[in-house]
């Protein structure tokens, strides 16, 4: 199969504890599973429902905390208006954003979905724990661009494979059901590179901070 992303040949990874087929770029590292095993929409939301997680649940609170320390929080200064794109059942992220004197917007696929962003540019885009959902790539980074305003940034958090088949096919991250998607820091230097974006810096574990050209 070819790669979503750069349509270059691809090799199997067999996952055989769920028994699912997996695709693997050599030349973008991207990772992607078999369509024939992703689940529908009323399985992935039911995954979803499973998510308690809130504005008093500390733990993941400093996640997020850490998240926009690490990535964005340094260019606050010219930062106003943000799209929090897949919030979830509980927006703690936007809730973290307006605290800091941030107009946000929220847009959920299942929780918040009024296209609240229709004939609007942002100086922010958070995407949290989403894109490993997110069946084309190209297509959402080419939504996040149409969206930006020149200069403004992209703040991704998603978990980064190690580009080792031996390895992703015990990695527990895969093992989510509505995981379909999987990137290496790699992976967004060419995503960068298609819809005019740049990458600033990445943690080499789960998160990355692009701004557009």
Known sequence: ?????????????????????????????????NPAAHVDDAKELSQYQNHNNTIESRGYVEMFEKFMRTTFEPYLNSIQDVLEFGSGPGPVLAELLRRKGLKVDIYDKYFAPKKVYDAKTYD????????????NPKEIFDFFAKHLKVGAYLSIMTQFHTND????????????????????????????????FEVLKHDGVKSVLLRKL
Request: glycine share 2%.
């Open 165 to 196: 088949a031996k390895e992703f096919s015990k990695w527990w991250y895969k093992n989510d059901p509505t995981h379909i998607c999987f990137f290496t820091p790699h992976t967004f230097e060419v995503l960068a590179k298609m819809s005019g």
């Open 124 to 135: 922010l885009i958070t995407s949290t724990e989403v894109l490993e959902h997110i069946d």
């Open 1 to 33: 199969m070819q790669c979503k992303i750069c349509n270059n040949a691809t090799i199997n990874i067999e996952d055989e504890r769920n028994n699912w087929e997996f695709f693997h770029c050599q030349e973008c590292e991207f990772i992607f599973k």
